[in-house]
């Protein structure tokens, strides 16, 4: 059974940080690409960060890109979401997502690219 866990939300100010993880059992980590999303109220899901096998290929959302780092570590089947100069508009629930398969720069922004997912984690952003 695959879980994603995620954890690291929580309640910070404007240009604050915050960093999520997102522990992975039941799924091979290390041939998987991972993702970040989030979802603001009344919002669809949209794409934050990926990330391919070995860490190298990294892709962003032009909204994070400059304040949100993605990073793995394959050996503790985590992968990570560092956020700075955080802003109001960042608040939303952040998922993590597993996709199986090689990394397709064109697929990995889309929600359909993912098998699993996460429950999320709320992140909140005050002035």
């Known amino acids: 059974q695959v879980q994603l866990v995620e954890s690291g939300g929580g309640l910070v100010q404007a240009e604050g940080s915050l960093r999520l993880s997102c522990a992975a059992s039941?799924?091979?980590?290390?041939?998987?690409?991972m993702g970040w999303f989030r979802q603001a109220p009344g919002k669809e899901r949209e794409f934050v960060a990926a990330i391919g096998w070995s860490g190298i290929a990294k892709y962003y959302a032009d909204s994070v890109k400059g304040r949100f780092t993605i990073s793995r570590d394959n050996a503790k089947n985590t992968v990570w979401l560092q956020m700075i100069s955080l802003k109001r508009e960042d608040t939303a629930v952040y998922y993590c997502?597993?996709?199986?398969?090689?990394?397709?720069?064109?697929?990995?922004?889309?929600?359909?690219?993912?098998?699993?997912w996460g429950q999320g984690t709320q992140v909140t952003v005050s002035a």
């Open positions: 039941g799924l091979t980590f290390g041939t998987s690409v």
């Open positions: 997502a597993a996709a199986k398969g090689v990394w397709v720069l064109a697929r990995v922004a889309r929600t359909t690219a993912y098998d699993y």
